[in-house]
């Protein structure tokens, strides 16, 4: 799969590194993921190590079982979303993670997040956000913490419980089961207009728009190099936080495409349900 991708990531004005990324690529499947941790970084490294690796072991399985009413790719992913936060609830650690992860499987791709790190992709109309801020003041969001017995606090900002500035992670013992680790998935299918990817964390999305992201891509071009200057612009626009990012160019992956423009099929999304 013809894919090229960068990655720059600083420390910013924190005092650690908290964030982790990962890219795993086989023969049909290709996956970018930015993890932005918080209360530490074994969150985000245990889940860096572990959902991807699942995902695929689980679509193997669910490809060999050759069922008649087989899982979908989707529901395969909120599966291992889910593992990855048993996993890291299963460890001696009460630090979160928020994630944003984006695998393309042909000419298909699934986009998914928890928490406030996004993914964003190229097409003709600019940059269209495949992903959705899990913040606690979405009212969808407030209904589902406050139904079940707890509380979003305006601390600076909307916080679970006064603590978390997030809705929907992976880990947060503690703030469980307000703080969810359902993500939201985007089913769909690459065209000729889609030129790059960029998955990122807040500490970009703070300070930049879609748009500055997607422009300083498409005049870089180089996709190690766009990753960098993304992440200089992030810190030189008064970013504090860690700042993650990822760039991938599909370039060459959907220049023989028969579709033109990309086409959402599902959106998968069972927190508030």
Known sequence: MKIGYGIAEEIGFR????????????EDVFSAEVYDGHGGSMAALLV????????????????????PESKTDPELLRAAYLAADQYICSRPTTSG?????????GDCFLAANVGDSRVIIGARSGAVQLTVDHKPDLPEERSRIEALGGRVISMGVPRVEGMLAMSRALGDSELKPYVSPEPRIVEGYLGTENDFVVVACDGVWDVLTLQEVMDTVREVADPNQAAQKIVDLALASGSTDNVSVIVLDLRDHTRGLAREKMEIVSVLDRANK
Request: charged share 25%; aromatic share 8%; hydrophobic share 50%.
């Open 15 to 26: 005092p650690s590194m908290e964030d982790a990324h990962a890219i795993w690529e086989e």
């Open 48 to 67: 860096a190590e572990f959902l991807t690796p699942h995902f695929l072991s689980l679509v193997r399985e669910e490809r060999a079982r050759d069922a």
């Open 97 to 105: 993670a928020a994630a944003a992860t984006i695998h393309v499987l």
